[in-house]
């Protein structure tokens, strides 16, 4: 039984009034998850004020709040604490509320706009394989010792984040791999957590419509290593112009990965084709089953966070040799007959389309086209529509503008938004076609033997999101559907 006082140890305190020395059940940031003796911290939201909801949360029981304005009036028998950032302080009481289990495992964070999937689950796979119990909270999906936990967000929230981590330290997890997006860092979802250890992929123009600005993208990212403790390692991608930049302030052990510079895990690629990358690390020659440059980098991360975290190199590559990677990133399947290459990618952002045209253009044998399907969310950064429709056409032979969770948005004024800037050439090699089912289908009509079609922008995600209402839809499904048609 924990008491308020237990559960505000390392909270910054403002000023308290009632007792702290009370039994509590829980903490809640919803209020309406509010029951007998829980503590509700009022969170100022982007969309929320939780705030607002302090009175509706005592009525359901709450015997504390956590908030940064005192309410005018103050009821008979509830705690109230003030604070100076209640996210801050959710993290922290849900840390120590569910017996801070960072503390109990080794926690390590993977940021930068992509690769972090991968990159996590990669760790996962690699510990797995290396005899350990570990835990995985990631985009695509959660994972406790091989059992899958469904994912909503790239970092849940500190509540459901520490009880997810208690979770993984009751079923003997000694790792736990965890993407931190730049939301969860800005909005202290990830306050209180103890991490081993933290990598830096890369940083490209993406969430500019809630950071605003690309330099408070770098600031949310750097802020994560900031936090780091004297104990814990710092890896960045040198090859990154900002990968230094994530470093400066942090008191972490430095240490970086690079194919193109000096670094401490080094790495070179020797062969990249539909079979895997052959590559060597540090000088030792190995092949992976993984495919293209960005996994070469993906691989030396994990790598190098194996490393630090104080494993044998040989088990190390031994195992990273035969992984595959994360569902939905450059998941590809060939049809039977006619041997057309499907493609199926998480690339949502400029720089992940031009990754994964790239690593295409290298694995084509001669006169194969690239026909890519692409689209963009609905309610999302605007400004890089266009970018994304001038890369897909520009790397592309042939491309199908398509919706992508138009969610609150009208799909054809997104597929516009796409189009304005093409140059008249890249418009000859374009259709746009709303209907996401369609689009692929079209694409997959239109190649021929041996032809990539690349379906980009969903990746591992089940569903499509139109006006409010998620609907059953998967890229791979759609592909082999058609497959199975060709090969009739």
């Known amino acids: 039984m924990k008491t308020l006082a237990d559960i505000l140890y390392k909270v910054p305190l403002k000023a308290v009034s009632g007792s702290t020395d009370v039994v509590v059940s829980g903490v809640q940031i919803d209020s309406r998850k509010a029951s007998n003796r829980s503590v509700f911290v009022a969170v100022k939201g982007v969309a929320v004020d939780g705030h607002k909801f302090i009175e509706k949360a005592i009525e359901l029981g709450a015997i504390a709040v956590v908030c940064e304005d005192l ?16 996210a801050e302080a959710a993290g922290i009481l849900a840390h120590n509320f569910y017996g801070q289990p960072s503390q109990k495992l080794k926690l390590v964070g993977v940021t930068g706009t992509n690769g972090k999937t991968t990159i996590a689950t990669l760790l996962y796979k690699l510990f797995t394989c290396l005899g350990y119990q570990c835990g995985l909270v990631s985009t695509v999906e959660n994972i406790i010792t091989g059992k899958v936990i469904p994912s909503t967000h790239t970092t849940p929230d500190a509540i459901s984040l520490n009880a997810l981590l208690k979770q993984m330290v009751d079923e003997g997890c000694e790792y736990a791999f965890m993407e931190v997006s730049s939301h969860a860092v800005h909005q202290r979802r990830i306050a209180g957590l103890e991490f081993a250890g933290a990598l830096f992929s890369n940083i490209t123009h993406d969430h500019l ?15 994560f290593f900031d936090g780091l403790s ?15 930049v994530m470093l400066q302030n942090t008191a972490a052990k430095k240490l970086s990965y690079s194919l193109r510079s000096m670094a401490d895990f080094k790495g070179k690629i020797l062969e990249n084709g539909l079979t895997g990358l052959v590559m060597t690390i540090n000088d030792q020659q190995v092949h992976f089953r993984l495919i293209g440059e960005f996994n070469a980098y993906n691989l030396l991360a994990v790598y190098g966070a194996a490393i630090s975290l104080g494993q044998d190199k040989q088990e190390v590559l031994q195992c990273l040799s035969n992984t595959t990677g994360a569902e939905g990133r450059f998941d590809y399947t060939v049809s039977p007959k006619e041997k057309i290459i499907a493609i199926v990618d998480y690339a949502h952002t400029p720089d992940a389309l031009i990754n994964v045209l790239a690593t295409i253009k290298k694995l084509r044998q001669g006169a194969e086209q690239v026909i890519t399907v692409v689209g963009c969310g609905g309610d999302r950064d605007k400004t890089k529509r266009p970018v994304m429709g001038e890369v897909a056409c520009e790397h592309s032979d042939k491309v199908i503008f398509t919706s992508d969770n138009p969610r ?13 800037g093409l140059p008249v050439s890249a418009k000859r090699k374009y259709i746009a076609i709303a209907d996401r089912k369609q689009a692929i289908k079209t694409a997959i009509s239109m190649a021929q033997p041996e032809d990539i079609v690349l379906v980009a ?32």
């Open 230 to 244: 004297s104990s814990a390692f710092a890896i960045t991608n040198i090859d990154d112009k900002r990968g230094q």
């Open 71 to 86: 309410p005018s009036q103050q009821k008979e028998g509830v705690t109230y604490v003030q604070t100076e950032n209640s």
């Open 457 to 488: 922008g969903k990746g591992h995600e089940k569903y499509q999101e139109i006006k409010g209402v998620k609907h059953h839809f998967d890229d791979k499904e759609v592909v082999q559907e058609m497959f199975e048609l060709l090969n009739k």
């Open 209 to 223: 419509d809630y950071h605003k600005t690309f330099d408070e993208y770098i600031k949310a990212k750097k802020a």
């Open 408 to 420: 609150s948005e009208d799909p054809m004024e997104i597929l516009n938004d796409m189009e304005t």
